[in-house]
């Protein structure tokens, strides 16, 4: 399994994210892999919001092994929905012995495909018994090798899908023929074919430039790379600025006082931090005297509470009373000023009003509040962002590269996109190269040239630049984008790694508001939805380019990590599992062909195959991905939108078994994953340069 990896400040190292006005901190997450017993499982684990990956194992035992991000809270949460962490990998049990009546099996599909690491078998079947089938298989190959290896039971949302090995397995040479057995007597066999054996990619000319990436980028220096790109070939380039500006790498101001929960209260700015909240201070303080009012004066940027006593002299305002207070800058005493002993709710007196700059103050967590506060030292507000000053807090603006000879409308449109998601660092970069490559090489290179013109090329390196920015530089696992709907006892500061929109659940199509599964309503979620379709600048930028371009025909949404190659449908309705109506017989066989072709340009880099098992409908192949961007495409804009999925499992000869690579792996892994991807994502524009329209 994926070893715990604790996701912490990113590049460059950030101070410590617990400030004197952060007591608590926001909690530790960890990418670790989880164990659930079934599909039913799964979808119970989906439905409650955790932060899943796309690396999705289904086991022979039946259960389903996924990577997820996951606070020691979120676990024992998820824990008591199933899921627990994954055991290292052990034998798998050997097949039971069935009475029941023969069953008929049908081979799906049997393909093997060589690696860098060697020869791998991959096979498919169903059995008319459905998923309590228990299948094998054997195969022989070159030379008189043979095999054998358990089938998995697929399992989605109640539907039997089939069997298919866990992982493809390791074979000594070149499989050519396997024979399929069941417990309960049924046998099929197949003859075993190469994979993925699409059309070759176009030999590259002599003098072929490529390796143009050299480190992780984090959204300025990716803009100032396409600027450069536009700058150096203006005759072959447009730069495109969206209209749609983000929330802005900001946040506002707060600062947590007292005990949590029930002698504790939030302050926050109504300013961003970077806009004045991060100058203001709060302090409580102890009158020293018997019977005095709960006061707050303001003082400049410092709001000082002076706390309600009683006849002796301690302390007795409540944090209710005093988040009261706050928002009132006064409270009028109801009954004077309390006697000895009896300082009432109302004990306060007249001062300067806290409103006048800007702040507005909670109990913790929607708590009551009826602890009594302690005298508090001043506490400065922050908006806890660790980025250096010259990273703009201002709302960004997302921009776009196009890239083409004839840049008119006329020529065949491919839209490659990345970072919907903001921990996934490889993606800008695969975007990055190809543009690199096709503008570099057009001048030498007679394929290169022929891309250029008989295509138009629309390169967007990170939709999310907000969401990106804060995973370089506060909280690497952050996956949304920064603007916070949360309501007030969801928004004190250690909540603060929780709070933003997943930009890939925000679209208007098989949408979570439309009752398809996949996507959350709870605004902590891994998978927040957002308040309403289209909710967010992000998606909306995306979306202008397929309706302002309407020779955009193709499009490519550039993810980490799990080795993925998907189509539509993207989304089921839990209840029957009704997806988004599944493409023609002629459309799904272009998806697959065009899709065997790129993967072989994928391959030809470094010898990395993305899995047949993992190539195909996103509900096919991984699960329910509600509201995401490709249905949108296709089934509003007639767009073939696929799915890339960098970042395949590696083989570990020692250990015999694959291994995730995980959204930041070290570089020498991520600039491999970017030179491949982006020879599968040229190999797209071939694609589109060869349509016609039928």
Known sequence: MIALTTFAA????ATSVAAPSDPEGPEPASLVTLSVPDRTAMERLAASGADLTERLRPQPDGSVQVDAVVTPSQLAAYQALGASLAPEASPPPAAAKSTAAKDQLVVERAVWFRSREGYF????????????????????????????APMTPYVDAGAYLGHQFSTPVPATSRPQWVTVTSAAGGTAEARVRAWPDGERPDRAGPGYQKDFVTQYMPPAQLNERIRALHRRFPKLTELLTLPYPTNGYR??????????????VVVTSDAYGSEGGNDLAVELADPGAPGRPLQVTVNGKLITVSLATDGSGAPVSTAAQ?????NAGAINASAGNASAGNASAGNASAGTSAAGIGVKATTYR????????????LTQLSDFLHAPADVS?????????????????????????????AREWVAPLVVVEAAERLLRNQAYDKATRRLLERADIFVVPTVNPDGANYSFYDFNAQRKNMTNHCPPQQSDPAQRNTWG??????????????????????????????????????????????????????????????????????????????????PTAQQEAYFLRSARTIEEAIAAERGTVTWPQQTGPVTDVLYSAAGNSADELWYEHGVYGWDFEVG??????????????????????????????????????????????P
């Not at 990113?10 to 190292?13: L, M, Q």
């Not at 079947?125 to 089938?133: E, F, P």
């Not at 929607?366 to 508090?376: F, T």
């Not at 807090?393 to 919907?420: K, M, N, S």
Request: aromatic share 10%.
């Open 10 to 13: 990113a590049n460059p190292p």
């Open 121 to 148: 078998l991959s096979v498919e079947a169903s059995s008319s018994a459905g998923q309590a089938a228990t299948l094998s298989v054997t195969w022989t190959g070159q030379g008189g090798a043979t095999g054998r």
């Open 251 to 264: 946040r506002h101001a707060q600062a947590l006082i007292g005990t949590p929960p029930a002698a504790a």
């Open 322 to 326: 005093v988040a009261a207070a706050i």
């Open 366 to 377: 929607g708590d009551p509040g009826a602890g009594v506060m302690a005298p508090a030292p």
């Open 393 to 421: 807090r201002a709302p960004a603006r997302v921009l776009a590269l196009r890239i083409g000879a004839h840049r008119d409308g006329t020529r065949t449109g491919v839209l490659a996109y990345a970072q919907e998601h």
């Open 501 to 582: 929109v997943d930009v890939n659940r925000n679209y208007a199509t098989g949408s979570l508001s439309d009752g398809y599964f996949g996507a959350s309503a709870n605004c902590q979620s891994g998978t927040y939805a957002g308040p309403a379709e289209h909710s967010e600048p992000e998606s909306r930028n995306v979306m202008w380019l397929a309706q302002r371009y309407r020779n955009i025909r193709f499009a490519m949404n550039v993810h980490s990590y799990g080795g993925y190659f998907m189509w539509p449908p993207g989304a089921y309705k839990l209840d029957g599992r009704v997806t988004l109506p599944r």
């Open 648 to 693: 395949a499992d590696l083989w570990n000869p020692a250990t015999q078994a694959w291994e995730g690579v995980g959204f930041q792996p070290p570089f020498a892994e991520g600039h491999a994953e970017a030179m491949e991807f982006a020879s599968g994502l040229i190999s797209l524009v071939g694609v589109a340069a060869d349509y016609r329209e």
